[in-house]
């Protein structure tokens, strides 16, 4: 009889852990599974909020010398901070290529986008204090950074035209636009 309930002792233990191993699995599986749902929504949600920065100098482009843009953003990404970089480069005998780059700190990992917009001379406004001029610190003719932290949820584009000698119009980025 002793006998008896140690092999049903024993086999309780069997099927407890074999139990416990099933939920274990089942646990990890999970947590897979909802952290590749939560990179592939938070991937989506900053590939479109990288096309609203990257569509801006190009509307200002398109439309024309005096032609300003007024594009408003939050302060943070799903409480998260991020920048925008507008990047210009020229080699010599090759066309300007223009881009911006938008990165962001998601939850699992750190996105970062690149979106060509329109080749143009960016050029940040005198006075600006959510627009960094990083240019000296990197290997390319313009590098603007925007903090949004600094902003007020705004940056404007003024195409100011094409000045002579110039193969492309100038586009001042503005924080705050002074009303002429």
Partial sequence: MAARKGQVAIEFLMYAGLFMIIAIAAYVLTSFTERGEISLRESQLVNAFGYKFASAPTITYKGGEGFT????????????????????????????????QFAWA????????????????????????????????????????????????????????????????????YCELEED
């Avoid at 843009?69 to 223009?98: H, M, Q, W």
């Fill in 69 to 100: 843009y007024d594009a408003s953003f939050p302060k943070k990404l799903e409480a998260r901070d991020y920048n925008v970089t507008y990047i210009c480069n020229e080699e010599p005998g090759e066309d300007k290529r223009c881009y911006i």
């Fill in 106 to 173: 998601g939850t699992y990992q750190e996105f970062v986008y690149p979106y060509v917009i329109a080749p143009a001379n960016y050029e940040r406004a005198p006075g600006q204090i959510c627009i960094d001029d990083i240019s000296s610190s990197s290997d390319v003719d313009v590098a603007l950074l925007l903090t949004p932290g600094k902003s007020d949820g705004h940056i404007y584009f003024k195409n100011t035209g094409i000045e002579e000698g110039e193969e492309y119009p100038t586009i001042e980025l």
